[in-house]
């Protein structure tokens, strides 16, 4: 299925999310797909990931970054994956966003 991950994490008022992984002072709004690729590059808490885990997950992201934010085109477990690095890593409204976008919405 093809997702939209050049859209903005906005919170429950509509307003656009600040990326928390840089500085501050840019006030940088967050892209779906910047949070994904984050997300799904962090290590899972207590360090248990095997080697291939890893690399899949590095694969991951490296075909959500390819695609220059416009449009990502995943299969059902590749969503799914993301899913659950998203719900592992970020607030409920983060999570929320995504989710959606995942889900079509």
Request: charged fraction near 30%; proline fraction near 3%; include cysteine.
């Amino acid at each position: 299925m093809v997702y939209d991950f050049s859209r903005i994490i906005q919170d429950l008022d509509e307003k656009n999310v600040i990326n928390p992984f840089e500085d501050e002072a840019k006030n940088e709004i967050w892209s779906v797909q910047q949070a994904c690729i984050s997300a799904i590059l962090l290590p899972t808490p207590g360090g248990k990931d095997s080697g291939e885990f890893k690399f899949t997950c590095f694969e991951l992201a490296s075909k959500m970054k390819a695609c220059d934010a416009t449009v990502v085109d995943l299969t059902v477990d590749e969503a799914k994956k993301i899913k659950d690095a998203v719900g592992r890593c970020f607030s409920s409204v983060v999570v929320g966003f995504i989710w959606k976008v995942l889900d079509g919405e």
